[in-house]
């Protein structure tokens, strides 16, 4: 075409085409081009690695913070075991003392020391099961839905 000596008609020709490619182009939705950005973006996404930063570092810090409270804890001495009082030891001795001797000695057994060291630690241990019983029930009545709790 530049070798032609004479103009040519291609100059219209090609202004005809822009013209009609022009008025058969689709228009374009709005916001194509975020959408594809936004589909281009969580494509990037989906395939980053993660990186061995400070998340990693973290783990295993926390990993051995907790391994060492488990050792320290397995390696803590037990508290050695509270002596229970002599009580029962000493009201059956009394009891087969009191058998074999006489009335004197029988009336050093009062019933201030026999509570003491019989009724007194039973007491104890009832009254202690008595505030589980409440606790338990107070805390079942509470979880009770109101409907079941009126029948």
Request: aromatic share 6%; proline share 9%.
């Amino acid at each position: 075409m530049k070798d032609e000596p004479h103009p040519s008609a291609w100059p219209d020709i090609e202004a005809r085409l822009r013209d009609e490619a022009k008025r058969d182009a689709p228009e374009f939705p709005p916001f194509l081009h975020r959408r594809i950005m936004a589909a281009i973006h969580a494509e990037a996404d989906k395939h980053t690695r993660p990186t061995a930063g400070l998340a990693n570092v973290w783990r295993w810090v926390l990993a051995g913070g907790l391994a060492s409270i488990a050792l320290a804890l397995a390696l803590w001495p037990s508290p050695a075991p509270q002596r229970l009082s002599d009580a029962p030891q000493k009201v059956s001795e009394w009891i087969v003392l009191v058998a074999n001797s006489d009335e004197q000695m029988a009336s050093l057994i009062t019933d201030r020391v026999l509570n003491d060291m019989v009724n007194n630690p039973y007491q104890q241990q009832l009254d202690s099961l008595g505030n589980e019983l409440e606790n338990a029930l107070d805390f079942t009545l509470r979880m009770m839905p109101i409907e079941l709790a009126l029948r």
